[in-house]
């Protein structure tokens, strides 16, 4: 067993610190140790994306990243993106568009979208497909779930407008 | 992962102290293929050396005729990097071809060039391009640096600070991606300094290498035909069940046509 080491970071907002062991992925903290339960262990070695959150603003691979990594940084996780309980546009319509059959790699696309979002408003499809490559789904395919993150858009685009 | 011991050292000097002190020590340089090699006990490091918080191993200049990188710079920032993008495209797309946004989110050019993977695409612009790895205590040419499979010209502890790439004429990169892990099955860049071509190939063989034969039809007649003339010989390439070494040989020619037709455009 490695050594504790204390971490302090801002998850979704709130500041929380937890005691981790050095050789503990930050997947795994997040899930045992901080109780959310969102982020997805897919394959665990960065192919598949179901732990995808954003560290710093940054789309990655929570597997992949030492839990003692994110001491000071700033993690958002799919358990963010609702506001006052009220589901996220890219939520709302992944649902409206079944872009989701089991739901294990559902998390992950949806963080990794909303990080596209917040950096294009307005992706093309071929820009949405790229964006996502990083994203494996087994049950869907793809199709409606670059519908549901263009009609995400669409939406975003005209409530800010 | 076996248990092991984690530093964060705020120099490079002390990352390489704790180097020497370890009994088998590794830097993490953004963990992207470390990780999962320790994840699936492939490694297992005594200690852990993070040098996300040694200074002046970040940072992109713009300098004539060249683009110094830092070593810890992310493929997502050499992707977006405008500055790259006007002086050295074939970087930058290089760049942005490297696995996924995840990936490229953390993984950084020192790591990637430290580790030699065969199949990496950074290490076909550092033989492509001629590019100079300097580390702490000395510059090291691109066409010196990798030696075999996952084997680099680096010395024990030796840390790489930036990478220089002398910027061509023009260039380009083509790929024959593995469509899961988007790793190079065989790539190549091609590169032309005023009349006198450079071809770097990764992929193919243990490590990164100068394809001389291609550079010589090409030193001639650059066109995509002549490469037709070239001979590849699959003796040593690698033979997996991504592609068999002949299919690499092959592969290394329709890549490189690519290349040269795109760099003519």
Known sequence: MSEAVLVSTTVNGDVVEFACPTDEVLLDSLRDRVGLTGVKEGCGTGDCGACSITLDGQLVCSCLVLGVEADGRDITTVEGLTEDGELHPLQQKFIDHAALQCGVCTPGFLVAAKALLDRNPNPTETEIRYALAGNLCRCTGYDKIVRAVQASAKELNKARR | ?265
């Open chain 2, 1 to 265: 992962m076996y248990p092991f011991n984690y530093h964060r050292p705020q120099s490079a000097d002390d990352a390489l102290a704790l180097f020497k002190a370890a009994e088998d020590g590794i830097y993490l340089a953004g963990g992207q293929t470390l990780l999962p090699t320790m994840k699936q006990r492939l490694a297992a490091p005594t200690d852990l050396i993070d040098l996300c918080n040694v200074p002046d191993l970040r940072g992109i200049e713009l300098e004539t005729q060249a683009v110094s990188v830092g070593a810890l710079t992310l493929h997502s920032e050499v992707a977006g990097h405008e500055g790259i993008r006007s002086a050295l495209p074939v970087l930058s797309s290089l760049a942005g071809e490297i696995g996924d946004s995840q990936v490229r989110n953390r993984g950084t050019l020192g790591g990637s060039v430290a580790n030699s993977d065969p199949a990496a695409d950074y290490p076909a612009a550092i033989v492509g391009l001629g590019a100079t790895i300097h580390t702490m205590d000395r510059s090291i040419e691109g066409d010196d640096f990798f030696k075999d499979l996952f084997e680099t010209a680096l010395n024990p502890g030796e840390l790489i600070t930036r990478i220089c790439f002398p910027v061509p004429e023009r260039a380009a990169y083509q790929k024959f991606p593995n469509p899961a892990s988007r790793y190079a099955i065989v790539g190549v860049l091609v590169a032309d300094f005023s009349g006198e071509i450079r071809v770097g190939v990764t992929g193919a063989g243990p490590c990164a290498f100068r394809a001389s034969g291609i550079e010589q039809v090409l030193n001639a007649d650059l066109s995509p035909e002549s490469i037709d003339a070239v001979e590849v010989p699959e003796s040593g390439f690698n033979n997996d069940l991504h592609a068999s070494a002949i299919y690499r040989a092959h592969l290394v020619k329709v890549m490189a046509k690519r290349a040269v037709a795109d760099l003519l455009n």
